[in-house]
Antibody, heavy 114, light 112 residues
Framework: EVHLVESGGGLVQPGGSLRLSCAVSGFTIRINDMSWVRQAPGKGLEWISYISGRNGAVYYADSVKGRSTISKDNAHSSVSLQMNSLRDEDTAVYYC???????WGQGTLVTVSS | DVVMTQSPLSLPVTLGQPASISCRSSQSLVYSDGNTYLSWFQQRPGQSPRRLIYKVSNRDSGVPDRFSGSGSGTDFTLKISRVEAEDVGVYYCMQFSHWPWTFGQGTKVEIK
């Protein structure tokens, strides 16, 4: 059975940084794509980042480009999203998703507020 | 960016009756490999999203056969043949034929 478990969310001040992690089991991230999707309170889903399982290529939404870095650790079966220069509008639940969104974690809440 | 436009945004349905959600993209979703990367997701209240349909019309494992996807090019539809109470939630279409990947605004399905 596949499990994705996000961690690292919390309260951070504007301009601060956070590193979100996604622990994956039952699914080989070495050969599968991984993404991060977020959902602001009461709003819809927004794809924000992707890393290719095949060649490590990365892509970002404009809303986080230049402020975020996605990476993965195949040995520890985890994917991370480093987020810097956080803004109020980054407040959201952040989901890790595997493959072409075949699998989702339960999400981790990031609150950006002073 | 490809804009995904869903309609309606709110869909009150009687139990046992059919429901249909439209998703239109601002450009064709046919990828260079010939596939159309359009998926549908369900998000029940308080839960993570769950994929229902991939590549327009392929139902995910465990998804009831009352859910079906259809369409081509820029025009896609998710149909529920007979709505059940467990189908309440928000439904999203998403394209990943073009970067950046984009979701529709979501359609809230509720029981009348």
């Amino acid at each position: 059975e596949v499990h994705l478990v996000e961690s690292g969310g919390g309260l951070v001040q504007p301009g601060g940084s956070l590193r979100l992690s996604c622990a994956v089991s039952g699914f080989t991230i070495r050969i599968n794509d991984m993404s991060w999707v977020r959902q602001a309170p009461g709003k819809g889903l927004e794809w924000i980042s992707y890393i290719s399982g095949r060649n490590g290529a990365v892509y970002y939404a404009d809303s986080v480009k230049g402020r975020s870095t996605i990476s993965k650790d195949n040995a520890h079966s985890s994917v991370s999203l480093q987020m810097n220069s956080l803004r109020d509008e980054d407040t959201a639940v952040y989901y890790c998703a595997g493959g072409h969104f075949d699998y989702w974690g339960q999400g981790t809440l990031v609150t950006v507020s002073s | 960016d490809v804009v995904m436009t869903q309609s309606p945004l709110s869909l009150p349905v009687t139990l046992g009756q059919p429901a249909s959600i439209s998703c239109r993209s601002s450009q064709s979703l046919v990828y260079s490999d010939g596939n159309t990367y359009l998926s549908w997701f369900q998000q029940r209240p308080g839960q993570s999203p769950r994929r229902l349909i991939y590549k327009v019309s392929n139902r995910d494992s465990g998804v009831p056969d009352r859910f079906s996807g259809s369409g081509s090019g820029t025009d896609f539809t998710l149909k529920i043949s007979r709505v059940e109470a467990e189908d309440v939630g928000v439904y999203y279409c998403m394209q990943f034929s073009h970067w950046p990947w984009t979701f529709g605004q979501g359609t809230k399905v509720e029981i009348k």
